[in-house]
């Protein structure tokens, strides 16, 4: 039942999670402040959603040197496979409708 | 930018509150215990997640009689509506990757 699947998924199944997985994919890496932009939201807010997904295993952050440390974010390969499959559901659930 | 629509709603975001609505889109009108069941969710939970779908116009909660007194949940006109734009946004999204 797909449905309790949706229901279930504690950690894509907030919105902003779901937001910065879907923008790493196609990406792999990128610097928090680009993701912060993209998607608009605070600083603070962005780094609490990004700990819960570095909890899950889903994203690594680390620091990059550019003109000075900034923070960038990292998929991991589990995170990617754990995104596509709930991608798939919610496409399989679209498609039923 | 379809990502910043999905970050958001914060009616929709939540997958159990889409869950209910992908549930009534296609029935119109369900009882309470029965979305309980099919969602798997406790009967405070659903009831918390109802009431957000109510204030935000997208439900409505009456009672039925059937052998004994039940609340039915009834999709909205507005609420049919929102449910369908953001599953168009959602199908957007999801065709980009």
Known sequence: MELRKLVKNHVLGNPIRLGIMLYLLPRGKVLFKELQKVLDVTPGNLDSHLKTLEKAG????????ADRPRTAVEITDNGAE???????ML???????
């Open 82 to 88: 754990e995104t596509g499959k709930y991608l798939r």
């Open 58 to 65: 889903y994203v690594k952050l680390t620091k990059v040197f």
């Open 91 to 97: 496409k399989e659930l679209l498609n039923q409708i």
